[in-house]
């Protein structure tokens, strides 16, 4: 009786001893075995991320993921992801918590990519998130687009490249024969002539060389090119003398539209008191015509006296009628 009671302690003891090695097993792979520090990231897609998806600092495991809370927004939903971490771990302020899969079968993980500052997030605090790509979406996603391309584009594409070939392949069935024959004709006829272009080529270069291209003629030519170069030296030179000049000219405009400006009150002025002379003079204009006539007659008058008695210039009235006093 007492040996079977020790083998029911023996047996208690190693199933308790068993569980608490589970438990403590457990913890270990769950990451949950001592204080943490609470932080949270913020990603638009939590896709394959869940309670206990581990969290990973530059490729060691610091803790997991606690919970996940949906975030309403007025452009889209987001989603605040509270992780637990080691207590006392050093995070800087300007670090990134990744999204990723370590492989192509592997679970997702929270990979924190340690920053450069020396500034660090307090517990608490949020670490900027980067949202994963989901591989097998994209691929799915880039399927669907080449299906969709290969529908609307290339298919019309070669059926048209298709028809395109089947109205080539008809066209040069039906002319091909009288194109070659034509191609025959042309080149019996190179043939034929051959002989006789080539003799004429032989001659023209001959008679180039002998006449054309002569010494004297070589001479000229060159003298013609010299001359060339020359006018086209003065041209260039009378080109940069009429820049000159027009750039003088712009100045003198520039100069001028200067002198207007800064003297428009004193043009204004002028031209003011010129109306005003004009004014005054047209006012007065008939006065002096008429006084004008007046001194006129007077000095026709005058001119007509003196004509007859010249004498009055000296004794200022006529003489007596010598006449009248012998009478």
Partial sequence: MQDSRINYVVVGAFVSAMLVAFVVVISVLAGRTGATDNYYTVYDNVTGIKYGTQVFYEGYQIGQVASIEPLASDKAVLFKVNLEVKRGWRIPEDSLARATVSGLLSAMTVDIRGGRSVQLIAPGGQIKGVSATNFFATLSELGAQFGDLSTESLKPMLNNLNHLIID??????DRLPGILKDAQTV??????????????????????????????????????????????????????????????????????????????????????????????????????????????????????????????IISGSAPADQAKSRK
């Fill in 168 to 173: 080539f392949d008809n066209a040069t069935r």
């Fill in 187 to 312: 080149v019996g006829a190179l043939a034929h002539d051959a002989p006789e272009i080539t003799a004429s080529l032989k001659r023209s270069s001959a008679l180039l060389e002998t006449d054309v291209l002569k010494p004297e003629n070589r001479k000229h030519i060159d003298a013609t090119l010299a001359s060339v170069d020359k006018a086209t030296s003065d041209i260039a030179t009378m080109t940069a003398q009429l820049d000159e000049t027009r750039r003088a000219i712009n100045h003198a405009t520039a100069s001028i539209d200067k002198i207007i400006q800064n003297n428009a009150g004193n043009v204004d002025e002028a031209i003011r008191d010129m109306r005003y002379t004009l004014g005054t003079a047209a006012r007065y204009a008939d006065d002096i015509a008429q006084n004008a006539d007046e001194t006129s007659r007077n000095l026709a008058e005058f001119s007509r006296a003196l004509r007859e008695n010249p004498g009055l």
